[in-house]
């Protein structure tokens, strides 16, 4: 991977602590990490909000292209992964640019529109059974002309059989049919081919 991607130590130091606390290896993978890297600083995004934060991997790579009063918000559930996250982000020097907000996404999002926020790109990665939920929040919470990503919409190839009793694989067809001739939102999908197999991110700007 060093041959698309330098060596990037801080991000290595991330995917060791997350090993060492035992959170799963299920985070952008580094080309995927880069690509929303370039889409956020393409955007010029000063606010961001990233639903489902796990180790703070895709966090970071998104908060590096933050400028000096950018802000990223981002939401997860489960606590332990929310302090590794803190930690990580702090040692990557992120501290002032990215807060944690624990707790279930539908129970925190609501918290973001009362402080009347409002983002230039929003990055959807957490539990697939709520992607339609987290849409419509997102399109709430967007800025005309916002960046609405979402991880894992192809799950390889799985998300095309309409006859699948996936819990996961439904969650995404129920998100990808509110999407579709949506007039809120302009969108594609793009296959991701990585390092962790075959899947998808759906990119969309808001209207
Ligand atoms: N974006 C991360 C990976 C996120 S994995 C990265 O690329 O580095 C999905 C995360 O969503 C997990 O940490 C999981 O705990 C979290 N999650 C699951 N259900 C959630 C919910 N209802 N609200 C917020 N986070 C949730
Ligand atoms: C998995 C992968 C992901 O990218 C994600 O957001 C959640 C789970 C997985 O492989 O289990
Ligand atoms: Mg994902």
Redesign the pocket.
């Known amino acids: 991977m060093d041959k698309l991607i330098p060596f990037d130590p801080t991000l290595e130091q991330v995917q060791q602590s997350n090993k060492q606390a035992g959170i799963?290896d299920?985070?952008?993978s580094v080309t995927h990490g880069k690509l929303l890297y370039l889409l956020a600083k393409l955007k010029g995004a000063k606010n961001i909000l990233e639903i489902?934060t796990?180790g703070g991997y895709s966090s970071i790579w998104m908060a590096r292209a933050l400028s000096e009063t950018g802000k990223l918000y981002t939401l997860e559930f489960n606590p332990e992964y929310a302090k590794i996250a803190e930690q990580n982000i702090r040692q990557a020097g992120y501290q002032d640019k990215v807060e944690v907000i624990v707790g279930k996404a539908l129970d925190t999002l609501p918290i973001l529109e009362e402080k009347k926020l409002l983002f230039d790109l929003i990055f959807i990665?957490?539990d697939?059974e709520n992607y339609s939920h987290y849409l419509k929040w997102s399109l709430k919470l967007a800025n005309s002309g916002a960046l609405i990503i979402a991880?894992?919409v192809v799950r390889d190839g799985k998300v095309f059989d309409e006859t699948s009793e996936d819990v996961l694989v439904k969650g995404v067809q129920q998100f990808m049919d509110l999407l579709v001739n949506n007039p809120a939102i302009d969108s594609t999908a793009i296959q991701t081919v990585g390092v962790?197999g075959y899947?998808g991110f759906m990119i969309g700007i808001v209207k």
């Open positions: 799963p299920i985070n952008v489902g796990l990665d957490a697939k991880d894992n962790k899947d």
